[in-house]
Each structure stands twice: as C-alpha cells, then as structure tokens.
C-alpha cells in the first residue's frame, strides 16, 4: 500500500506562485513515475506535469510556468507554480504510478485558488 500527501495549497494573486509537495509513505517510489493532475469546478479532471527517471513531461497549458521536481531521498515529488493564472484554480492531485505492475495511487487532493 502506497500513502501520498499533498501540501501547500492556498490562495494567492495572479501572478504569484506556490510550491505543492506530495509526500509518499509505505514503500520507495523512486522508480515510478510521478505526476500532477488538477480538477477544476465543473470539469474533468486533467493531466499537468508527469516526472519519471528519464523524462518530465507538461500539459501546454502549464509549460514555461510550472516546474515538476523530485527528491527521492525524501520521497516527495514537487510542482514550483509560478506566474499564476485565474484559470489554474483548481484542486491538484498528486499521482504515482508504475505500468510494469499496473498499480496507481492517487493523493487526496490540495486546492488552489488564484484570485484575479
């Protein structure tokens, strides 16, 4: 069984910028890959970052202002959010996964909300 914990959540201006953390327990997952998802109000929810050994990947809609991170020492993956918009309002997700055992867990979830 795998734990993750999302934090660092908040409300900030546009413009601003948060640092979210998901902290993972119950076994090392240096080897799976991590990432970030977000629902908004209303809507599904959607991909925005994924980190893996080899690679990190973005949605366009984050690319340029979102950094994905991970420091396996700690086990926790990182999202620095910077040159934050309105429209990047919602809850964020953290998610770890690993095909090769098509095992995936997911956080509980850290809102943000990014005030015009």
């Known amino acids: 069984q795998v734990q993750l914990v999302e934090s660092g959540g908040g409300l900030v201006q546009a413009g601003g910028s948060l640092r979210l953390s998901c902290a993972a327990s119950g076994r090392t997952l240096s080897t799976w890959a991590m990432g970030w998802f977000r629902q908004a109000p209303g809507k599904e929810r959607e991909f925005v970052a994924v980190i893996s050994s080899s690679s990190a990947n973005y949605a366009d809609s984050v690319k340029g202002r979102f950094t994905i991170s991970r420091d396996n020492g700690k086990n926790t993956v990182y999202l620095q959010m910077n040159s934050l918009k309105p429209e990047d309002t919602a809850v964020y997700y953290c998610?770890?996964?690993?095909?090769?055992?098509?095992?995936?867990?997911w956080g509980q979830g850290t809102q943000v909300t990014v005030s015009p």
């Open positions: 998610k770890a996964s690993r095909d090769s055992i098509r095992r995936t867990y």
